[in-house]
């Protein structure tokens, strides 16, 4: 099984709201990642977990809050974002504690809009 | 600056004829090389990747690439282009802690 899966596909929330993405994966990667990608752009690192560590932080804003509860799970907490954080917001993970050397396998994204 | 170059925003093919995407990246030393696919609304596909060792990969769906040291290249080919192949293709690098993606180069094939 080489699957991530996020949850919701599609959320539309408003500029005062309080939403999660959700992101699982089986595969006992010790590795998850979060991306940002605009329309028509790539994928922008946002946060990297590893070990359950968040290890790296792209000078995300504080609206964005990510959270790793367990191996498998990796959230991430929105508030008060603004109608520009409309984006697709992928999760990924990998095997190894090297995370960027290592084979990133992506998740089909959460499509954003705030209103 | 480094970077990752990606020369073709938008490719047309025919089906059934060649297809080549460029890469080029400016690093000072070799990274780590992938290829991935985005179907549109989708997620990421990996299509192949270079560590090390034979500078011709294979990957899944048909594609190769082929590293080339001297241009700084890292073109991704398939011979036979399907009416399925249709998407988004990235090439990204590894220089060191990090994945970069290039710009994309989006391909259309023409039945």
Redesign the interface.
């Known amino acids: 099984d080489t699957e991530v899966t996020q949850t919701p596909k599609h959320l539309v929330m408003g500029m005062t709201n309080k939403k999660s993405l959700k992101c699982e994966q089986h595969m006992g990667h010790r590795a998850m990642y979060w991306y940002k990608q605009k329309a028509k752009k790539p994928p922008e690192l946002m946060f990297v977990y590893s070990y359950e560590k968040l290890s790296i932080n792209e000078s995300v804003p504080s609206r964005f809050s990510p959270e790793c509860p367990n191996s498998s799970l990796l959230n991430l907490h929105l508030h008060a974002l603004q109608p520009e954080d409309s984006a697709l917001y992928l999760c990924a993970s990998s095997q190894d504690p090297r995370p960027f050397q290592e084979t990133q396998y992506f998740g089909p994204g959460t499509r954003l809009l705030v209103l | 600056a480094q970077s990752v170059t990606q020369p073709d925003i938008h490719i047309t093919v025919s089906e059934g004829a060649s297809l080549e995407l460029r890469c080029n990246y400016s690093y000072g030393a070799t990274p780590?090389l992938?290829w991935?696919v985005q179907s549109p609304?989708?997620?990421?596909?990996?299509l192949l990747?270079y560590?090390s060792g034979d500078t011709l990969v294979q990957g899944i769906k048909g594609f190769e690439a082929e590293f080339k040291r001297s241009q700084s290249s890292f073109n991704l080919r398939k011979p036979s282009v399907h009416w399925s192949d249709a998407a988004e293709y990235?090439c990204a690098v590894?220089p060191?802690?990090?994945?970069i993606?290039?710009?994309?180069t989006r391909l259309q094939v023409f039945p």
Do not use: A, I, P
């Open positions: 780590y992938f991935y609304g989708q997620g990421l596909q990996l990747k560590f990235f590894v060191t802690d990090k994945l993606f290039g710009t994309g």
